[in-house]
């Protein structure tokens, strides 16, 4: 008889970002390296409880801490990154500009309350690294209650 196998979030983050790489580069090869419309690669998230922090790594590649705004609401993380590119192609006769823009918006439930004020981000190479403390909660003491 087999035995049941629980995964954690992080192995199921792995196994997803494993996927989507593998689709995209499927896509790839058969669309002729057309990208989808409206589709930025990535961003990949995994969120790893540390005792007392929250630690999310947000893999957004081609994003500079310029175009991404982060910010802690309630239990909620978000995340939106904006990204602009101006392609400029100059021929003979003609002079043709590319505008792209392009929004992308993350919501991630925490799975505690975190200190909102005391939240900290780094970013290397196209990693996010967002250092979230959570909130003490005191210790709850039992109160008899008298019975009348």
Do not use: H
């Amino acid at each position: 008889m087999s035995e049941l196998i629980i995964w954690t979030s992080r192995e199921m983050n792995r196994l997803r970002r494993d996927v989507d790489k593998l689709l995209e580069r499927l896509w790839v090869c058969f669309a002729g390296g057309v990208e989808l419309p409206g589709e930025m690669k990535g961003p990949y998230f995994e969120i790893i409880d540390q005792g007392s922090t929250l630690v999310v790594i947000a893999e957004m590649p081609g994003a500079s801490p310029e175009d991404v705004n982060i910010w802690v609401k309630n239990d909620m993380l978000y995340i939106e990154c904006k990204k602009r590119s101006v392609v400029e192609e100059i021929g003979i006769f003609q002079r043709r500009i590319k505008k792209t823009f392009t929004t992308t918006t993350k919501t991630i439930r925490l799975p505690s309350k975190v200190s909102a004020e005391a939240v900290t981000a780094d970013y290397a190479d196209g990693v996010f690294r967002i250092v979230m403390p959570k909130l003490r909660q005191g210790k709850r003491k039992a109160v008899k209650i008298k019975v009348k």
